[in-house]
C-alpha cells in the first residue's frame, strides 16, 4: 500500500514551468507503477503520464509529449513531473496515483480505473 502526496503547484507564466513532487508513504512503492493525472475544471479526469516500476516505461498523454517528464527515485519513493513550455490549457488539478497492474502497457498506464491510491491534487495554473 501506498499513500501518495504531491506538492510543487502553484502559479506559473505561459511559457514557464513546474516540478511537480508525489512522494508516496510505504515500503512497497517500487512495486507499482506511478502515474499523473489531471483535471480542469468542467471537465473529466484526464491522463498525463506514468512511468513503470524500475523507471523505464513511460507513456505521456498526445498533449504533453515533449513539453513534460515523468522520473522517479524509488529511494527517496518519489514521483516527479517535469513541465515545461507550460500552457493556459495546463490549468488543472494535477493528482498522482499509484498503479499495482503487472503487466505495465499503454492501456494500463493510461486508464485512470487502474490506479488504486490517489493523492489529494496540486493546482497548477497557468497565466496567459
Known amino acids: 500500500q501506498v499513500q501518495p502526496v504531491e506538492s510543487g503547484g502553484g502559479l506559473v507564466q505561459a511559457g514557464g514551468s513546474l516540478r511537480l513532487s508525489c512522494a508516496a508513504s510505504?515500503?512497497?512503492?517500487?512495486?507499482?507503477?506511478m502515474g499523473w493525472f489531471r483535471q480542469a475544471p468542467g471537465k473529466e479526469r484526464e491522463f498525463v503520464a506514468a512511468i513503470g516500476w524500475s523507471g523505464t516505461g513511460t507513456y505521456y498523454a498526445d498533449s504533453v509529449k515533449g513539453r513534460f517528464t515523468i522520473s522517479r527515485d524509488n529511494a527517496k519513493n518519489t514521483v516527479y513531473l517535469q513541465m515545461n513550455s507550460l500552457k493556459p490549457e495546463d490549468t488543472a488539478v494535477y493528482f498522482c496515483?499509484?498503479?499495482?497492474?503487472?503487466?505495465?502497457?499503454?492501456?494500463?498506464?493510461?486508464?485512470?480505473?487502474?490506479?488504486?491510491?490517489w493523492g489529494q491534487g496540486t493546482q497548477v495554473t497557468v497565466s496567459s
Open positions: 510505504g515500503r512497497t512503492f517500487s512495486n507499482y507503477a
Open positions: 496515483a499509484s498503479n499495482p497492474r503487472t503487466y505495465w502497457s499503454p492501456s494500463s498506464a493510461t486508464n485512470y480505473a487502474h490506479y488504486n491510491y
